[in-house]
């Protein structure tokens, strides 16, 4: 059926109270786990591509991938650039088919955090292209913050305002408090300022750093206006973690695909686990 609306599916989810999440790719195996899991659930779901992953596999595979699953999914999906770093990836991401970007801006300042992102929704709608931004700094897990430098990294409510009435950006990924990778002990979201940044933007928010925070928290981040979560280190740990398993007890084994299809089973699972806390299933 082609790639869905991004747009269309974090709007319904904001106005119906569940999340369509986002399960970022890293090779063929991933691809076939997420839409296998997305069809047996009846979720939309969100292929999201990196600039590492893209690297990786090849822009040009990876798109080819994802189409033909789309195409043969029985459930809306969309291909989305996940922290586009730059213009040039965007254009990339346009020029190769992608149906939704995001531009990663947020170590800017605010105000060249602006410009940019302005500058991309301004190339990417009149092309029916619809973009994701970020702002505060949603942090990674090697980093020693102390609370004073925690608090500086978070979005400030007013600064989402501004941004969003400037930019006109399709949803926002709004640093509350998540972080990207693994956490070090259990993060702790700032609901609050959630809370302040939904009724101030009024726009789909979005929750990054969404493997390894609390099933009760993502529920309230969900009812409290995240209409998108992303997943990835849940997924790498469970292949892994599958295929160590499958080599450690037969050393004589050398066919990938003995090892590759039960790691794309785990992640598969590990996927309906999270679409069922999203909210996402039984929505198609």
Not at 238 to 246: A, E, G, L, P, S
Request: include cysteine.
């Amino acid at each position: 059926m082609g790639f869905g609306s991004f747009n269309s599916w974090l709007h319904d989810g904001l106005n119906k109270g569940y999340a369509v999440a986002q399960i970022n790719i890293n090779n063929l195996e991933f691809v076939q786990a997420i839409i296998e899991a997305a069809e047996e659930e009846k979720a939309p779901v969100i292929l999201g591509a990196s600039e590492g992953a893209l690297k990786y596999m090849g822009i040009d595979y990876a798109v080819a991938i994802c189409r033909t699953a789309a195409e043969r999914a029985t459930v809306p999906v969309m291909l989305h650039l996940d922290h586009g770093p730059n213009l040039e990836w965007v254009l990339k991401a346009i020029r190769y088919g992608f149906s939704s970007v995001m531009i990663d801006a947020s170590h800017l300042p605010l105000e060249d955090n602006i410009a940019l992102t302005k500058k991309v929704v301004d190339l990417c709608h009149p092309l029916g292209i619809e973009v994701e931004a970020e702002l505060g700094r949603i942090t990674g897990t090697d980093d020693d913050l102390t609370v004073d430098e925690r608090l500086a990294t978070l979005c400030r409510p007013d600064d989402a305002m501004r941004f969003v009435e400037e930019t006109h950006v399709d949803a926002l990924a709004a640093a509350i408090g998540s972080a990207h990778g693994h956490y070090h002990g259990t993060p702790q979201l700032d609901f609050e300022r959630l809370a302040a940044i939904r009724e101030a933007t009024q726009i789909p928010l979005v929750l990054h750093g969404g493997s390894g925070i609390p099933d009760e928290d993502v529920k309230k981040a969900i009812s409290l206006g995240i209409a998108k979560m992303n997943i990835n280190t849940d997924n790498q740990e469970v292949f892994t973690k599958k295929v160590r398993q499958i080599l450690a007890s037969n050393e004589t084994l050398y066919d990938p695909r003995k090892y590759l299809g039960p790691g794309r089973d785990a992640i598969k699972e590990m996927v309906k686990s999270k679409l069922r806390l999203t909210g996402s299933v039984n929505r198609v």
